[in-house]
Structure formats: C-alpha cells, structure tokens
C-alpha cells in the first residue's frame, strides 16, 4: 500500500513539475476569499484517484477537490488525499509545497506519504515502522528547551479566522523561542519537524487531508501531535500542534488557552496556571503542565497525562528497525 500510495504521489508531482514550467499559464480559480484551486490541483487530483483505485476499487476516497464523491462510500480503507498542499506558494512561483497522501483504516492513519516535487524528496511511514525520508529512518529533533527552538505556523488567511487571537498566540510563541517560519504548506511542515529541520509546529483552520498524512510521519519519528488542549484525537478539529515530546509539551502549556475547546472543561484552565506559576524556566513549566493534567479529574486527562510522560521516555536511541520498501527512484520530471 505505501508503495501504491507512493507512485500515485509520484504521478501527481510530475503533473505539478510540468505545470511549474510555465506557472503563469495556469488557470486558477477562488473557492473563497484567499482560497485558491487551479486546473493542476485537479488534475494531479485526479492521477492519484486513479492509480489508488485501480489496484484498490473497494477503497474509499476523501480528498481535498472532490470530496468523497470517488471510490467505495462504506469502506474501512479511506485515502486522504491533498494533491497540492501549498497551491498559493505554487500559483506564485514560490517553491514550497507538497503532495500529501494518507490511508486511515477505521479511522487510524495507518501509510503516509507527503512528497515534495521541487527537490524529489519522499517522506513515508507505515504505523510501527518507523518515518522515512527516501531511504534514510527520520526522527524528530532533540532539542528540549523552548527558547532553542525554531517553530513552524501558519497564518490565517479566509474570512472569519480568529485573527486577533492568533496573533495573540503567535506573539506568546516568538517570546519564547529561537524563531518562527510560516513556510505556508502544512503537510511538508509537519514532515520538516518528522525529520528534526524543525523543532515543532502549530497551526489552526486546517482539514484532514492537511495533516493526516504529516501526523503520522511525527508520531513514527518518536513525536506527538494533537489538538491544542493536548487530546490525540485532532483529526477534524481544525486546529493541530506537534513537536518532539518535551517541546510538544511546551507548546501545549502556551496554546491550550487558545483551543476551540478550552472551556470545555477544567483542563485548560489548569495548564494556564501551570504555564503562568512558572514562565522563566521551560523544564519546571512542562514539569508543571504534567502535573495540571496529572491533577485533573477525569480519566481521559489522567490518560493523556501517562501518554505524554510515555512518550518521553521512548524518545530514546533510534531502535534498529527494518526499513519499508519504498521506491525512490527518480521523478518523472
């Protein structure tokens, strides 16, 4: 499946590759206001709509362009598809996006694959083998001191996102770390910070098929990735933070006043004092935000709470682990 889901990747950037050759020919349409689709979009679309279902008919299909309106409307095998993650740098001539391509089963991204076509580059895993970037194993970076760190975001950019408070967020960031980038593709950010090039990342306003596949890639690069208030499941809630597991932790402690779901309980209030109790030293306040949710009263906090602590402790030396076989060959530019 990866390597299906690979040359179907493949094909799609040798569509974009093409069309880059003469960007300004490119129709382009605007699906809201700052939101862009252009003819390539659709027809890499299309390419990885056909390579998937021909050698999997009874698949389902939710993608970026079409919807679910392709492939098997019941199936427990669905493809997430974003065939041109980063179309406004690509309408523009700006290098930097993506193909990004995901297949959950039961609802669980299990193979992931975000390429990028400008510099041939494949990033894949498949769930319990570990991140790949072409034929090299991936792993998140080390660094565990916010102010260390470079951190990558995205801006609002459609009528009725929450500027004011993001700019609020992103001001709390910038104070307390090295440097942020807004490369402006999501999926290849997620993958920059699989691969250590970056140390974490937050976004709000995004879809499935922005970060399911770039999800997958942290979390088999020993990182985590969730929602703003910490909980895993982030999938549809349009808001996504991720990093290795002590700056994931961090980052939780700045944002989660900022989640859609924050007054949802008593679990946000509770990082918000631990972050505030300790602002001056990055090691006492992610001690602090376990504690908070180590505190809370329900079971699913005392859950996450254990799942974080876990996953520190697995952020270990890189166990051998056998590598996917994944075509990397060149692209058919």
Not at 195 to 215: C, H, I, Q, R, Y
Not at 222 to 242: D, K, M, P, Q, R
Not at 278 to 286: G, H, M, N, S
């Amino acid at each position: 499946m990866l390597n299906v889901a690979i040359k179907a990747a493949r094909s799609a950037g040798a569509i974009i590759n093409r069309a880059a050759l003469d960007v300004e020919a490119v129709r382009v349409s605007v699906k809201q206001t700052n939101d862009f689709v252009t003819e390539v979009d659709q027809a890499a679309e299309a390419a990885i709509i056909e390579t998937l279902l021909t050698a999997y008919p009874g698949h389902g299909i939710l993608a970026e362009e079409s919807g679910s309106e392709h492939g098997a409307k019941d199936s427990e095998f669905v493809w997430i598809i974003d065939p041109l993650d980063g179309t406004t740098n690509f309408i523009h001539g700006f290098p930097v996006y993506c193909v990004s391509i995901a297949l959950a089963v039961r609802g669980k991204v299990e193979q992931a694959v975000v390429y990028d076509p400008t510099r041939n580059d494949i990033f894949a895993a498949t769930k319990g083998r570990g991140a790949y970037m072409n034929d090299r194993r991936i792993r998140v970076a080390k660094r565990t001191r916010l102010q260390e760190c470079l951190i990558s975001t995205g801006f609002p950019y459609r009528p009725g996102d929450r500027l004011k408070s993001y700019l609020n967020m992103l001001g709390e960031v910038m104070s307390q770390c090295a440097g942020v980038r807004r490369p402006g593709a999501a999926a290849l950010d997620l993958a920059y910070v699989a691969a250590g090039f970056s140390d974490g990342f937050f976004e709000t306003g995004l879809k499935a098929w922005d970060v399911a596949a770039g999800s997958l890639l942290v979390t088999e690069a020993g990182g985590l990735i969730g929602n703003f208030t910490g909980e895993a499941e982030f999938l549809h809630e349009s808001e996504c933070v991720a990093g290795n597991p002590r700056i994931y932790g961090q980052l939780v402690s700045t944002l989660s006043r900022y989640s859609r779901f924050a007054g949802a309980g008593e679990k946000a209030g509770l990082r918000q004092a631990a972050a505030a109790s300790e602002p001056a030293a990055d090691d006492t306040v992610t001690n602090a935000f376990e504690a908070a949710v180590n505190g809370a009263a329900t079971e699913k906090q005392t859950l996450k709470a254990k799942r974080i602590s876990g996953a520190r402790k697995s952020a270990a030396p890189d166990a051998p682990a056998e590598a996917p076989s994944i075509d990397t060959g060149d692209a058919p530019f």
